[in-house]
């Protein structure tokens, strides 16, 4: 008989599952998503590095328009004043067909979208209860369905309401003492850094990152800048506050349409109460973005979850929180060691933050540890 799975949340973790289930002709599955159209508003960038880039390829991520997305070779760092501190070589964990890629959110999400029958994903579906009976989990919706699967898999993000709905308890993700500032960015206004690279600005509290997202040379900018959640400033004031303090010209960056939001991140990942109920993404935890792994990890959670549907494992949930909570950690401690350095404050730490680099970004080992793990 076939196994019917039930996706939560038709974001980029949900979607990836729903599309290899797809490639399985033993599984029935339907992506339920409270909102009533997917949300592919532009300007949005996401970086995707080797370890999700090769799940993707198995869907035919490889096939996609070529200009529609784009393959940074190097990471640029700069201090806030444009000076260059040294660069990162992305493609040393290349293969011929599998390569770092930056790419705009709604492409993403349109490729995802659009592999799947319209009857497997349904809009304006969210959770009311959840039971699980003879290893069946019974789903009863707000608006009155139901549904019986064999597994629910909830993939509905960070504030993950959900969660708290079929765990009968209160989680809420926690405000990091940040917020991100997103806008494009016309290739011209960049003139000080190399347009073909990732390039990363860091300033005193703040930092900015800028990439192409496509062949056109559409630039993606998001800066984070720390803050207190009291601080009611507007977006401009924010802004004249911190990174341009120290550096005036920088304003060019910011001539588009601003939009910013707060930094969550979650309490320590769950198991369910239910052994056939699993979270992915950022329901199963949210990194900060400073090691851009929020969505790869996500994808990667999505390939474990079918591999080990797909091997009809008996210990399915064990098995996956184990080695999503070993990679979770690891990604975790990389992405705090980030935030903390990218946002230096004391002058003498800034000195010794450029020394280091320099050396680091040219020590295969460190490279190959720091990085070589996570891309794996
Ligand atoms: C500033 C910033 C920059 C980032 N940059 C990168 C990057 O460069 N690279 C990278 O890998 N990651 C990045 N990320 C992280 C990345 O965007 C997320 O980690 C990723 O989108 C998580 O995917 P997801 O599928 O878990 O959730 P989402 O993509 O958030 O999808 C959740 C879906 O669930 C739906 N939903 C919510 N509640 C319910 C409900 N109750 N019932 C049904 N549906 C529901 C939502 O409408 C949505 O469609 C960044 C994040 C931030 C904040």
Redesign the pocket.
């Known amino acids: 008989m076939k196994k019917k799975i039930a996706i939560?949340?038709?974001?980029?973790?949900?979607?990836t599952l729903a599309n290899l289930l797809k490639t399985n002709s033993n599984f029935e599955f339907v992506v339920?998503?409270?909102?009533d159209v997917?949300?592919l508003e532009e300007g949005y960038?996401?970086?995707?590095?080797v370890n999700?880039v090769s799940t993707l390829n198995k869907i035919g991520f490889d096939q996609l328009n070529k200009n529609d997305k784009y393959h940074p070779s190097k990471l640029d760092f700069y201090s806030i004043n444009y000076n260059k501190i040294c660069d990162l070589d992305l493609t040393k964990f290349n293969f011929e067909n599998i390569q770092y890629t930056t790419i705009k959110?709604s492409i993403l999400i349109n490729f995802l979208k659009e592999k799947l029958f319209s009857n497997s994903l349904m809009f304006r579906?969210?959770?009311n209860k959840v039971e699980e009976i003879d290893e069946k989990v019974n789903i009863h919706f707000i608006d009155g369905s139901t549904d019986t699967v064999d597994y629910l898999i909830i993939?509905?993000?960070?504030?993950?309401?959900?969660k708290s709905i079929i765990e009968k308890n209160f989680f809420k993700p926690n405000y990091h003492g940040a917020i991100?500032i997103?806008s494009q960015v016309r290739v011209e206004d960049i003139s000080n850094f190399n347009s073909n690279n990732v390039s990363l600005i860091m300033g005193t509290d703040a930092h900015l990152v800028l990439y192409p997202v496509n062949k056109q040379k559409e630039i993606n900018l998001?800066c984070?800048i720390r803050k207190k959640l009291e601080d009611n400033n507007s977006i401009k004031v924010i802004l004249e506050n911190s990174i341009l303090k120290e550096n005036k010209n920088l304003v060019n960056l910011f001539q588009g349409e601003l939009k910013s939001?707060p930094?969550y991140t979650s309490s320590k990942p769950i198991k369910s109460i239910y052994k056939n109920v699993l979270y992915?993404?950022?329901?199963f935890y949210?990194?900060l973005?400073t090691m851009?792994?929020?969505?790869?990890?996500?994808i990667e959670a999505a390939s474990e979850i079918f591999k080990l549907i797909s091997d009809n494992n008996k210990d399915l949930q064990n098995k996956y929180f184990k080695k999503r909570l070993e990679r979770t950690n690891l990604i975790n401690k990389r992405s705090k060691i980030n935030y903390f350095g990218f946002h230096i404050a004391n002058p003498l730490l800034k000195i010794l933050r450029i020394f280091f680099l320099k050396r680091l970004v040219r020590n295969k080992n460190f490279i190959q540890n720091y990085l070589g793990k996570i891309y794996q």
């Open positions: 939560i949340g038709a974001g980029i973790g949900g979607l339920y998503e409270k909102e997917l949300n960038g996401i970086q995707l590095s999700s959110r579906k969210k959770i993939s509905d993000g960070v504030f993950s309401n959900t991100a997103r998001v984070i939001w930094i992915i993404g950022d329901a949210t990194f973005p851009a792994q929020g969505a790869s990890q996500s």
